[in-house]
C-alpha cells in the first residue's frame, strides 16, 4: 500500500501539477496587469478599514489571520529545511517564485469566494472553491465543487491535524520528555476552547495568535540575518546560483539537480501558502466586506508573510549556519541552525513558534474541513466533524506519521486540481470586474 500511494503522490505532485499551479498564478498575474505586485499597499490600508456596515461574520484582518493561521506552520519551519535539504539553496528561489504569482491566485481566489459566497442555516457566510464552481459556472461543472469539498474535508485532517499534532508531540517529548499523548491531549483541550466558537472564535484566536508567534520567529531570524549581514550578497548568489546550476554534493548534503531545485521549491511552496490549493478562500468568505476586490487585495497578502518573509528568514538563517550540509532534515536542521546563532535559547524559538503554529493551522483547518464537510452533508454534520475533529488530534499525536503525509498530499493535489479549472474558467470575470475598478479609480 505504501509503495502505491508513494507512487500516487509522486505523480500527482509531478511536473504537471507543478507546471499547471505556476502557470494558473502566471496567467492571473498577466491578466490582473500585475495588480497584486503595484497594490500592496491598498492591501495594507484595507486591512483596518472599517466594515460595520458591510456583510460578514469576521473583520477583513481577522479573515487573513485566520488564512495566515492555516498557513503559516510546520512548511515555515520543517517545509523550508526539507526544501534546502532535497533541492539544495535553489529551491528557495522557487519558493519566490511560486510566493510572487501565488499572489495573483491568492486574489482571484478571495475574490471569488466573497462575490460568490452564501448564507448558511445558522445565518453565517459561507464560500469558496465549493460554491464560486457551483455559483459561478454552469450546472455540468457541480461535480468539481463536491470533488473539492471532499478532498478537502479528508485532507484537513492530514496537513491540518494529524501532522501538526504529530509535529508539535515529536518535538515536545524529545526536548521535554513529556509522554506524546499528553501532548496531544492538551493540544485537543486547547483546541476545543477555540473551535467550538465557530469562526467568530477561530478568528479572534488567530489575530491574537499569529502576529505575536510571527513576531518573535521573526525578530529572532532577523537577528542572527545582521550580526552576519556581511554573508548576506554571498547567500543570496548561492541561491540565484543554485536554482539553475544544482547544487554539488558537500559534507552530509547529497547534492541536488535544477529539477529537484525547482520540484522541491515549488512544492514547499505551495505547502507553505497554500496557494491554488483553495482553502484559504473558505477563510476569506466569511470577512466583514462587499468587496471581492478589497478582500482579494487583503489575501494576496499571504504569500508576501507567509513566503517571502517567514519562509526567506528561516532559509537565510539555515543557509548562513552552514546546518544544512550536516545531513540534518526537517524542524532539527532549523533548529540547530538557530541555536548555532542564538546560542543557548535559538532552539527554543524553534520550539516555540513550531508548537504555537501548529497550533493555529489546527483551528485553522478545522474551519476549512468543517466548512467542506458542511457542503456536502449540511449543517447537521458540523457539530459531529467538531468532536471527530478534537478525538483525532491526540490520536495523529502518537501514530506513525508516513502514511498520513502521503494521504495528506495526495488529497491535497486533489483539492487543487477542481479549484485551478475552476480559477480559468472564471478568470474573465475577476479581470473584467478588476480592470473596472482600476478604471474608475
Known amino acids: 500500500m505504501d509503495i502505491f500511494l508513494n ?34 499597499g491598498y492591501a495594507l490600508r484595507s486591512l483596518f478599514k472599517k466594515e460595520d456596515k458591510e456583510s460578514g461574520d469576521i473583520s477583513s484582518f481577522e479573515s487573513l489571520m485566520t488564512a495566515l493561521s492555516a498557513t503559516v506552520g510546520t512548511g515555515n519551519i520543517a517545509g ?3 526544501a534546502i ?48 464552481i457551483k455559483n459561478g459556472l454552469s450546472q455540468k461543472f457541480s461535480y468539481l465543487a463536491y470533488f473539492f469539498a471532499l478532498f478537502g474535508m479528508i485532507a484537513a485532517f492530514g496537513i491540518g491535524n494529524g501532522v501538526q499534532s504529530n509535529s508539535v508531540a515529536q518535538v515536545v517529548t524529545n526536548e521535554f520528555e513529556i509522554d506524546k499523548l499528553t501532548v496531544g491531549i492538551v493540544i485537543a483541550f486547547l483546541v476545543t476552547l477555540v473551535i467550538l466558537g465557530g469562526i467568530k472564535s477561530i478568528g479572534k484566536t488567530a489575530s491574537k495568535l499569529v502576529p505575536i508567534m510571527s513576531l518573535i520567529y521573526i525578530i529572532g531570524g532577523l537577528y542572527i540575518i545582521v550580526i552576519n549581514y556581511n554573508q548576506i550578497p554571498t ?6 546560483e543554485s536554482a539553475f546550476t544544482g547544487t554539488a554534493a558537500s559534507g552530509g548534503f547529497a547534492g541536488a539537480t535544477i529539477w529537484m531545485a525547482i520540484r522541491f521549491g515549488v512544492s514547499r511552496g505551495v505547502f507553505s501558502n497554500e496557494a491554488g490549493l483553495g ?33 526567506t528568514i528561516t532559509a537565510f538563517v539555515i543557509l548562513l549556519s ?21 546560542p ?11 508548537v504555537l503554529f501548529a497550533f493555529s493551522t489546527i483551528i485553522g483547518w478545522s474551519y476549512y474541513g468543517e466548512k467542506c464537510a458542511e457542503f456536502i452533508f449540511g449543517n447537521r454534520i458540523i457539530m459531529p ?34 479549484n485551478l479549472i475552476a480559477l480559468v474558467l472564471l478568470s474573465p470575470i475577476v479581470f473584467k470586474e478588476t480592470r473596472a475598478y482600476l478604471k474608475n479609480e
Open 7 to 40: 507512487h500516487l503522490s509522486s505523480f500527482l505532485w509531478g511536473p504537471f501539477t507543478l507546471a499547471f499551479l505556476l502557470l494558473v498564478g502566471v496567467y492571473l498575474m498577466y491578466g490582473l496587469s500585475a495588480y497584486p505586485l503595484t497594490n500592496v
Open 80 to 82: 523550508v529545511a526539507t
Open 85 to 132: 535539504f532535497l533541492g539544495g539553496p535553489g529551491a528557495i528561489f522557487w519558493m519566490w517564485i511560486t510566493a510572487i504569482f501565488g499572489m495573483a491566485t491568492k486574489y482571484a481566489e478571495a475574490f471569488l469566494a466573497i462575490k460568490y459566497r452564501e448564507k448558511n442555516l445558522n445565518g453565517e457566510y459561507v464560500g469558496g472553491p465549493m460554491y464560486y
Open 235 to 240: 547567500i543570496f548568489f548561492m541561491i540565484i
Open 279 to 311: 482553502s484559504s478562500p473558505i477563510a476569506h468568505a466569511a470577512a466583514r466586506t462587499n468587496s471581492p476586490i478589497k478582500q482579494g487585495s487583503v489575501s494576496m497578502l499571504e504569500p508576501l508573510i507567509d513566503t517571502i518573509i517567514v519562509c
Open 322 to 342: 552552514q546546518s544544512w550540509l550536516s545531513g540534518v532534515n526537517g524542524a532539527a536542521l532549523t533548529s540547530n541552525a538557530y541555536e548555532q546563532g542564538l
Open 344 to 354: 543557548s535559547f535559538g532552539k527554543y524559538i524553534v520550539i516555540f513558534g513550531l
Open 385 to 418: 466533524y467538531r468532536i471527530f475533529w478534537i478525538i483525532i488530534i491526540p490520536v495523529g499525536a502518537v501514530i506513525e506519521l508516513n502514511l498520513v503525509w502521503l494521504i495528506a498530499d495526495i488529497m491535497n493535489a486533489l483539492m487543487a486540481l477542481p
